[in-house]
């Protein structure tokens, strides 16, 4: 099995990193945050104090980041351990300026990169069945790391095809959480029990085990994140400078991220981003369902 740097631990790079140690992969994992990496000391990575310490030596380069931003001062903090001819999967969402520029950066430092966004978010990520979104060279060195992380891997086409489909797709989900957190808002505004409206939709064309686990979400309190408010509010941006360059009107997607941060405002940025749900009531201090 290669050896895989897998840069970024939170959510989505942790359970990532616990597959490909399962599957028997040697494994060095940093984290800005250390407390966040170390738990996986446990597992059998070796926590990296630094982003060159993680690469330095290792077949496969994984960035499992926030943004394009902090995947580019990760990776330049890692130049002392890159060398010409690493494989760089760069699995966050990064946009299509982002892996533009990160596109310049493997080409200076001879890295193989490509382009991998994720298609699923915690629960996914824990069993190993995230779908892969790929563009660029197919090298043979991934195939064992894709299959640790992964249940399908689509190929699409040339470094930066992946990130624009990952915005399409990401963005039909963001969509469908959002029209579902208004709902139940507005359910709540008029003084409808959501279980009624959750017995009106259960089994009928528009229900779907997605809906069902968001709602579930709502009903329950519980916003524990599989992903975050703060980062859906984050690709919104993102969909939206893409989509303003090709001369799309995006209008869900901007009201969602609207949505998003006024819920963020309100305190709920680091949960699930059902909690958009909050971002119904603006200036109320509400607090469930």
Do not use: C
Request: charged share 20%; aromatic share 6%.
């Amino acid at each position: 099995m290669n050896t895989v740097a897998l840069l970024g631990t939170g959510i989505m790079g942790s359970a990532m990193a616990r597959n490909l140690l399962r599957t028997g992969h040697d494994v060095r994992v940093w984290n800005r945050t250390y407390e966040k990496a170390a738990p996986l000391a446990a597992d059998g990575a070796v926590v990296a104090a630094d982003p060159a310490e993680a690469v330095a030596g290792a077949d496969v380069v994984i960035t499992m980041l926030k943004d394009a931003d902090t995947v580019h001062d990760a990776m330049s903090a890692a130049v002392s351990g890159l060398r010409a001819g690493q494989v760089w999967a760069q699995m966050s969402t990064v946009g299509v300026a982002g892996i533009d520029r990160l596109a310049a950066f493997a080409a200076t430092h001879g890295l193989v990169l490509v382009d991998a966004p994720v298609q699923g978010t915690r629960q996914p990520a824990e069993a190993g069945t995230l779908v892969i979104l790929a563009a660029g060279p197919a090298d043979e060195r991934l195939e064992s790391v894709f299959g640790a992380v992964g249940g399908k891997t689509l190929w699409v086409g040339d470094v930066g095809a992946a990130t624009r489909l990952k915005l399409t797709t990401v963005g039909f989900g963001i969509a469908l959480t959002s029209v579902l957190a208004e709902a139940l808002g507005l359910a709540k505004g008029l003084g409808v029990d959501p279980a009624q409206f959750a017995r009106v939709i259960s089994g009928g064309p528009m229900d779907s085990p997605y809906l069902q686990a968001k709602l579930k979400a709502v009903l329950d309190d519980d916003y524990t994140p599989s992903f975050t408010v703060r980062n859906a509010e984050k690709d919104t941006r993102l969909i939206a400078e893409a989509a303003a360059d090709a001369g799309v009107a995006v209008d869900l997607t901007e009201a969602a991220g609207e949505r998003f941060r006024r819920a963020e405002a309100q305190g709920h940025g680091d949960e699930d981003m059902i909690a958009g749900y909050f971002g119904s009531f603006p200036g109320d201090a509400v607090t469930s369902a």
